[in-house]
């Protein structure tokens, strides 16, 4: 029952024979049986107890505790108000409206209850969210850990305090897609994983296994089962690396075989589901799937929380659950990015009112493995992916050839050392539920190619020198520039350098890689055009080391052993990459003044071991910057001036709450784990990248 403002709480007790059963200013409602003893307590919280003849009783040492803003009410009074003798005490609660407008009439009445029967099953409530976290960069990270301005009230929102509250009522929540390897690469950098992994242990913190993978409503793409199945067993192990728990429960936002779930799992859920729904636990073959779920669509749900905690219609929807029985819950969650469950105080405040209503209880993983299983056909399990409408790119290759072929090389140097970063690029580009940012990922797939040229060195390092190995499946001849120890791959459009690998002692070390191997679609969505590939973005470079202005001119190339040169028609650009026994060497020739961009990274697998950011250090100089990963070290140099933005910058203030008002430096929006160097050059300059494995 929801207490009003504008009400009175009457409590008939029966304790005697005899009595009456009409209530005193009530209007058109009776009590369920003759009570002897009758407690009130009006708006202004005042007491009094009348007995069935209408006199007033006095010394039964009533004590009660009113909480307006948790809808509580705590009511204690002397045993001599019941018979213990007697086998028929009952009580039952009534509220009436006390307003001007409508004094006497019934609001609300509990059912009769015996003195001693038991309590009704409490309403149980799993809490259930998606969209938990987001850490490609540090300020996204941030922003998503303890943001400012950024909840859907723009108030300071945040996983911190959802995580904060749980832990301080003791009150388990699910994160459904929390454990990707973006994430929690991101956590590890900011020193979360260990409390994460205690939350976990203490059984407040219920994180799956997840997949990856979404191809979106309109796929350009099939892919065989085993592709998801490969992305759930690498996800799983980047999970283990930083030592979470193992999970029981996996999650998923499509999956193509609903009969070939991966082993090993006692639940299958999808990974978005919607809040305020009525749901329970059934067994589909040998595991429990989510089953007779009702719900609205999300357009239609109304917030679980405002800043008093649970809104009135979540508490409406509790009360309709009351006494159903155990096989049934209501979830409550969703989309954590949109709800105010990552405010400051509303999570405290939900908590707080669940503490002090003992009817409802909130579910944890040992509920769930518990709770007997109903048989339902209306089960809900990860969707099964749309058909695949291929698009066609210009050279007449369709995306699903293009998608044969990536798994064709993928599986061709699936023990080269280098196939983590190409399974890791394969991924990304695949999780895209969004229809646009499918297509962007779509036409950026091609890239993938230059991972597997390096792969194919890799194998067999050797000097190569060639401008005519189409690398990215476009039908226009591309750059390789090769020795027994480095090598770099170019496109001929722009004259650019795409990536770029070291072979040391202990193996392959990757040193430039352009900023769509980890992550697509950065900028806004109204901003993008698919149709232009790893241009189609704006803030992406497109490439390793590139110059803005020069990404549409087809340059002429001229290459001898050790060297490419670019340079446009009129000779007033012109770029040569010559190759050092541990770099490159670039000396350029511009007529007007250009931006040069060059992205420097090492080894970016690395980031999904733990302590990965503890191993990496950086120094720079007006001309000059070291970053060290491990054993890899990378200097560059000029003879110009270089603008440095790591991503490891603001490290130090990561720990802290974000504040809209500090400068984290342009470091702070790189992605993990690269640097940013600019340099504005004219004339007759040049760049040199040393790469040392010592």
């Known amino acids: 029952m ?31 049986f003759n009570w002897d003893s009758l407690i009130e307590i009006n708006k202004a919280d005042q007491i009094f107890v009348i007995n069935s003849d209408g006199a007033i009783e006095n010394n039964l040492r009533l004590w009660a505790i009113r909480n307006r803003q948790q809808d509580n009410l705590v009511l204690s009074f002397a045993c001599s108000l019941l018979q213990p003798a007697y086998p028929h005490n009952k009580i039952q609660v009534f509220l009436v409206n006390e307003s001007a407008s409508a004094p006497g009439r019934s609001i609300d009445k509990s059912t009769a209850v015996n003195w ?4 009704p099953p409490p309403v149980q409530v799993l809490l259930y969210f998606y969209n938990t976290f987001a850490g490609l960069t540090p300020a996204q990270a941030l922003k998503h850990w303890d943001g400012a301005h950024t909840g859907p009230d723009s108030a300071r929102h945040g996983l911190v305090h959802l995580l904060k509250a749980a832990e301080d009522q003791r009150i388990p929540v699910l994160l459904a897609d929390l454990a990707t390897p973006q994430n929690l690469s991101a956590l590890d950098y900011m020193g979360l994983t260990a409390s994460i992994r205690n939350l976990e242990d203490q059984g407040l913190a219920i994180i799956p296994d997840v997949s990856t993978i979404s191809l979106s409503s309109n796929p350009t793409i099939h892919l065989p089962t085993w592709v998801y199945q490969v992305n759930s067993e690498y996800n799983r192990n980047v999970r283990m690396r930083f030592n979470l728990g193992e999970s029981e429960i996996w999650t998923a936002q499509e999956w193509p075989g609903s009969l070939n779930f991966p082993n090993g799992y006692q639940f299958i859920f999808p990974q978005t589901i919607s809040s305020q729904l009525a749901a329970k636990i059934c067994n589909w073959g040998s595991i429990k799937v989510f089953c007779s779920i009702t719900n609205k669509p999300k357009t239609e749900l109304p917030p679980d929380l405002d800043s008093q905690g649970l809104t009135t219609d979540v508490k409406r929807l509790l009360l309709s659950q009351a006494g159903k029985g155990d096989q049934q819950f209501i979830i409550l969650g969703g989309d954590f990015g949109e709800s105010a469950w990552g405010n400051v105080d509303e999570p405290q405040l939900a908590f707080s009112y669940v503490k002090n209503h003992p009817w409802i209880r909130f579910l944890g993983l040992y509920d769930l493995q518990t709770m007997p299983a109903s048989f339902d056909d209306t089960i809900r399990l990860p969707n099964v992916p749309q058909q695949a409408i291929p698009i066609t790119f210009e050279n007449g290759l369709t995306s699903q050839e293009l998608v044969g072929k990536i798994i064709d090389e993928t599986l061709a140097s699936k023990t080269n050392p280098l196939s983590d970063a190409e399974w890791q690029m394969f991924f990304q580009m695949l999780d895209s539920p969004d229809p646009k940012r499918h297509l962007l990922t779509t036409y950026s797939m091609r890239e993938v190619g230059y991972l597997f040229a390096a792969a194919r060195w890799a194998e067999s390092p050797r000097e190569i020198t060639n401008c005519d190995e189409d690398i990215d499946w476009d039908g226009i001849g591309d750059c390789i520039l090769a020795s027994q120890n480095i090598f770099l791959a170019f496109q001929n459009k722009g004259g650019s350098l795409v990536v770029g690998f070291i072979k040391e002692k202990d193996g392959y070390h990757q040193f430039a890689a352009p900023s769509y191997q980890v992550a697509n679609g950065l900028s806004d969505a109204f901003r993008w055009t698919p149709e232009q590939g790893v241009y189609g973005d704006p803030d992406a470079l497109g490439a390793s080391i590139v110059e803005p202005s020069f990404k549409n001119i087809q340059f002429q190339n001229n290459s001898k052993p050790g060297q490419i040169s670019f340079a446009n028609p009129d000779g007033r650009i012109r770029k040569d990459y010559i190759l050092k026994p541990n770099g490159v060497s670039i000396n350029y020739i511009l007529q007007t003044p250009q931006i040069v961009q060059i992205q420097l990274t090492i080894d970016p697998w690395l ?25 890899i ?8 001036e270089l603008q440095s933005n790591i991503f490891s910058t603001s490290r130090q203030y990561m720990t802290n709450p974000e504040d809209p008002n500090f400068d984290y430096g342009l470091g702070h929006y790189q992605l993990f784990p690269y640097s940013l160097v600019t340099v504005n050059g004219h004339g007759e300059f040049w760049i040199d990248i040393t790469v040392d494995g010592n």
Request: glycine letters at 8%; a negative charge; hydrophobic letters at 35%.
């Open 607 to 631: 980031r999904f071991s733990p302590g990965w950011s503890n191993q990496f250090y950086s120094q720079g100089l007006s001309n000059q910057l070291f970053i060290r990963q491990n054993s």
């Open 633 to 640: 070290a990378i200097q560059l140099s000029s003879n110009l």
């Open 116 to 119: 001693d029967s038991p309590p």
């Open 2 to 32: 929801q207490v009003q403002p504008d009400s009175k709480v009457l409590v008939a007790i029966d304790s005697q024979p005899g009595g009456a059963k009409q209530i005193p200013g009530l209007i058109g409602v009776d009590a369920d």
